[in-house]
């Protein structure tokens, strides 16, 4: 649905530099290639010298006195015909000469500090020509980029700071109008990230206006209203990068002529590397450039999987942990096919590099018995423990590009050579990250797969659900027992005001929300009535429009948490032949008008303490939604599988749980059973019990109240959770 | 300087290296040619496409080596004293193609070069620009940017 009006970006088959020594050097940008700045510029001169630090040189001269030796050797063994010596120096030959080819090749690595100071001058004489008050903030000035690089990026940079201080940054008086400081920051910054080098040119001005984007890309035709409407926030933004788009309404001597940002995105994909934008109307905006290292060296770990080696980068590595043979059963458990691991409160998901790589496959989810080294990384924000056979150095490597052939590997950031003149390919965390959830699902034998899928199926729940529709031909599904009311009104007695839409209701107004403003999905089609749903939060009402009702069903769904998952849709299945979203509908306020939702006040225990709260729900959907919610509030969140393994956890950590949020249907004991069974042990006689289900209705709550549980609630309902959970911790009679 | 199809080349003489892949015998331009290596240690990319048996440190760079009998839809074989690399120049980079052996140089007049039949399989039959009598065999000269293009929805899958 969403056209290819962005230009894509496609890795360049560049040409080599000409160079007079013969090793080629690889996907290096011909300087020829790029576009001559129309005015001269700071830093864009290509230098016919550069800086070499001494040390660099001394190293230098060192290889080159060894290769003189070690050719001397050479020599002297071919003329007496001795074979084995010939061969030990002619492989010491070419390892000095790959490490004199790469010192040579480091001399060209010039810090980005460079070319960045050189701003400060621009920055101040285009404040003071448009009388503005701008600081300059420099980051990350020592991190290095190729020579060739560097001069190429120079150009865009300009670009992207003129574009700052012309457009982005407000005049003094109308940020002080808006309530900010007069003086206004741009920030240059650079930073190593994943095998890339990622340089953002920051401003805290005016941001980018969306309408305005959409105002400029109608009036130059570039796409109609509709196609406009259906775009997400990143598709607009990228229109700026179309060739002739300025959204300056004169042009000044600086920008605005049109040449625009299209001209950084081509130089910039001509290197290989992407830009961004992101921004905050009215804040600021982050205009993100990333670059692939051609050249650049960083620190790794060098890990083993087998007697294969491969290098970490050292800037993912967040902890290193050896987990001894004892300890290993206790620490590394198992959720389905999953390995996790407890560390620091949560839960790690844990891969064995080999079992990503397709390597001797690992008896899926099977900890092994012997010690196991884990490095825990990051992956953006989310950390996972990658298991490897064995740890080795530390060292400063190399990044070289991996060929065409090898780009659509996900697992590798490049390669490297090592001290032994072997390869060695540099892991990519964040690809890794990705072919995770296919570990995960990958079984070892089809029949296991299917099984499990069996066992899920008989697991889940029965919901209650209405079905609507928005667009014609999607699909919505929303939980019955969170709708507080339906009603079908007249298109007309929406009224808006400030962008806004409302409707009179019972007395007052009530807010109306549409899917499309936070979800990717399609607009609803105009028509002459229309439904809302109304239900309630923080305290208030607020009705969802939709076209159309479709049916209620009760059900037993099985949802899908990652294929859809955004703003406003918590999962997807297939219902009555069709994809269907599940609606959240505290996600869909929460993002549409965050400053409504009411955020709980953090949890607390009577004696002030973080409260635990242990989690049992055989739904990985259900636990996971649960799960992040209650962590929200301020719990610390342990799970269980079923209500056997809730009575594990409970032996284990008896004292520390506070209260237990259990489902009712379940594998091997279901809740009903496990609330017998506590209030049978005189430990936890007392320990508040909630139950959270599907399936209301009186006989089933009757039931629970029975069998001793506290209070019944609706799995989906999570401010009623929450409050629920607060108030029971307050009267929590457990000393 | 690329091959030059049997159609229109022009009456000149080519010098090409003729190497074994399983039973086939294919011919590869000098010209196109860097140099070529032996025994040397690769190391396996897990997750690449098939055709990649692995990449090696060519005088501190990364090159893909392809091995030629996974192109052919032949087993790969082990690697050993045999083996050779021809390192080739194609878009840019260095790309390695490994073959079962060298066999031969051959000193070829554009004229003797024959269209490739039409019985040679379809895929592989694309790989080749032109057929050479040789006493050996029919050599099938190798037609570069054919044998290495890859198609990027597939790389995308990798």
Known sequence: MSLPLTPPVVPPAAEPAPVAVQPEVVAMPALSALPKPAKPMPGAVAENTLRVHVKLLDSLMTLAGELVL??????????????????????????????????????????????????????????????????????????????????????????????????????????????KPMQATLTLSARHEAGQVIIEVTDDGAGIDQRKIKDKAL?????????????????????????????????????????????????????????????????????????????????????????????????????????????????????GSALVMRHRGSLLPIVHLGEILGLSPQTAGQPCAAAVNILVVAAGDLHYGLMVDALLDSEEIVVKPLGQHLQGCKSYAGATILGDGRVALI????????????????????????????????????????????????????????????????????????????????????????????????????????????????????????????????????????????PGILGSA????????????????????????????????????????????????????????????????????????????????????????????????????????????????????????????????KRGLEAGINEYLIKLDQDKILASMAQHLMCDCIA | MGQMPAAHAPAQVQEWIVLEVGNVLCGVAITQIQEINKQIEMTPVHQAPACVRGVINLRGQIVTVIDLRVKFGLLPLELNEERCIVVV??????????????????????????????NIGSVTGTFFSGIYPMEQGLVAFLCLSELLKYDTQVRMHA
Not at chain 1, 453 to 461: A, L, P, S, W
Not at chain 1, 676 to 687: E, G, T, V, W, Y
């Open chain 1, 219 to 335: 009036t130059m035709g570039l796409c109609d209203r509709v196609h406009l409407e259906a775009m997400s926030d990143k598709e607009l933004v990228r229109l700026i990068f179309l060739p002739g788009f300025s959204m300056a309404k004169q042009v000044t001597d600086i920008s605005g002529r049109g040449v625009g940002l299209d001209v950084v995105h081509t130089n910039l994909t001509k290197l290989g590397g992407t830009i961004d934008i992101e921004s905050q109307v009215g804040r600021r905006s982050t205009f993100r450039i990333k670059l692939p290292l051609t050249l650049a060296i960083i620190p790794c770990l060098l890990v083993a999987v087998g007697d294969e080696r491969y290098a970490l980068p050292q800037v993912n590595l967040v902890e290193l942990i050896r987990v001894p043979a004892a300890q290993v059963a206790h620490r590394l458990e198992a959720i």
């Open chain 1, 427 to 566: 892991l990519d965390v964040v690809g890794i990250r990705t072919m995770m959830h296919l570990a995960e699902v990958k079984d070892t034998s089809g029949a296991e797969k299917h099984r499990a899928v069996q066992q899920n199926q008989t697991r889940e729940d029965s919901q209650s659900l209405l079905l609507v529709r928005n667009a014609p031909d999607e699909q919505f599904a929303i939980p019955l027992s969170l709708i507080s009311r339906i009603e079908k009104i007249p298109a007309h007695a929406i009224e808006t005001s400030g962008g806004r839409r409302y409707m009179q209701y019972r007395g007052g107004t009530l807010r109306l929300l549409a899917l499309e403003e936070v979800a990717h999905v399609t607009p609803r089609a105009e028509a002459e009535t229309l439904s809302v749903i109304v239900f309630a939060t923080g305290g208030r009402e607020i009705g969802l429009m939709v076209s159309s009702i479709i049916d209620v069903l009760e059900a037993e769904v099985v949802f899908d948490d990652m294929t859809f998952r955004q």
């Open chain 1, 70 to 179: 070690t050719r001397n050797q050479l020599l002297r063994a071919v003329a007496s015909g001795d074979t084995p010596a010939i061969e030990v120096t002619a492989q010491r030959v070419d390892l000095i000469t790959s490490e004199l080819q790469e010192a040579i090749m480091s001399t060209r690595m010039q810090p980005l500090g460079n070319v960045f100071h050189k701003f400060q001058r621009v920055v101040r004489d285009l404040a003071k020509e448009l009388g503005k008050e701008i600081t300059l903030v420099i980051e990350g000035e020592e991190v290095e980029l190729d020579k060739a690089v560097i001069e190429a990026i120079g150009d865009p940079l300009m670009h992207l700071v003129r574009n700052g201080i012309d457009h982005g940054i407000e005049r003094p008086a109308a940020r002080q109008q808006a309530g």
């Open chain 1, 574 to 701: 297939i219902i009555m032949g069709h994809t269907t979203l599940l609606v959240d509908l505290f996600g869909l306020v929460a993002t549409a008008l965050p400053d409504w939702v009411m955020r709980p006040e953090r949890a607390v225990t009577q004696l002030g303490t973080q409260p635990t709260v242990l989690i049992v729900e055989d739904s990985h959907f259900f636990l996971h939604h649960i799960k992040s919610f209650v962590e929200e509030a301020g719990y610390h969140v342990l799970t269980a599988m079923d209500g056997l393994e809730a009575l594990q956890v409970l032996e284990q950590h008896g004292e520390t749980i506070n209260l237990v949020l259990t489902d009712i249907e379940m594998p091997n004991l279901d809740g009903l059973g496990l609330t017998a069974r506590l209030r049978n042990d005189p430990r936890f006689a007392l320990l508040p019990i909630i139950a959270v289900t599907s399936v209301s209705g009186e006989a089933a709550e």
């Open chain 2, 89 to 118: 120049r194609w878009a840019g980079e260095n790309i390695g193609l490994l073959a079962d052996r060298i066999q031969d140089i051959v000193v070829a007049e554009a004229a003797e070069i024959l269209e490739p039949p039409a």
